[in-house]
């Protein structure tokens, strides 16, 4: 709900954008639907487990911007698929986020608690698109040294091998 609180506030800088809303709960689909009566921003949501694997990387591929947003976290996995797939990532600080992205360079990270810092990272994000683009090209390559799966398979069997 705070990141679409957030949202809202930039509604008149999001002319011409969708925000799509996935694995949404009760609570966030209800203020979706209050968001939706109040108007000015084009709100797409899908409940939670409606998207195949598949088409949620689609989904993720066709954003600009993506926002995890947790409390209490490890690696967010949304996080790195988004960034595989091109979005540029704003992550709750509540993960281990800072260990996949430089600050301000190829992703941004706010304190959970504070809309204010949301609403500004949100603001830097969709209206810079170089910014944007940059971070696709870097994201690209951490997630493809990091997180692919030969890469994971390799430390696995490290890991395991040496018990």
Same mark, same amino acid.
């Given at each position: *709900? ?6 809202? /506030?930039?509604? !008149? ?11 949404? !709960? ?5 203020y979706v639907c209050y968001? =939706? ?6 709100? %797409? ?15 993720? %591929?066709?954003?600009?911007?993506? *926002? ?9 996995? /949304? +996080?790195?698929?988004? +960034? ?19 600050? !301000? ?7 959970? =608690?504070?809309?204010?810092?949301? =609403? $500004? ?16 090209? *870097? $994201?690209?390559?951490? *997630?493809? =040294? ?5 890469? $994971? ?11």
């Amino acid at each position: *709900v705070d990141v679409l609180r957030a949202l809202y /506030s930039l509604r !008149g800088k999001l002319s011409g954008y969708t925000v799509k809303v996935f694995s949404a !709960g009760l609570v966030t689909r209800t203020y979706v639907c209050y968001l =939706r009566l109040k108007g000015g921003l084009d709100l %797409r949501i899908f409940k939670k487990h409606a998207l195949s694997h598949a088409e949620m990387l689609d989904l993720l %591929r066709e954003s600009e911007v993506f *926002v995890g947003a947790s409390t209490s976290d490890g690696i967010s996995t /949304s +996080m790195l698929e988004a +960034m595989s797939q091109g979005a540029f990532p704003i992550q709750s600080s509540s993960s281990c986020a800072d260990e996949w992205f430089d600050q !301000g360079v190829s992703g941004l990270t706010y304190d959970y =608690r504070s809309g204010e810092e949301l =609403r $500004n990272a949100l603001s830097s994000a969709l209206h810079d698109g170089k910014l944007r683009l940059a971070a696709r090209r *870097v $994201n690209l390559a951490t *997630v493809q =040294r990091g997180y692919a799966l030969e890469v $994971n398979k390799e430390i696995a069997r490290g890991f395991y091998g040496s018990a």
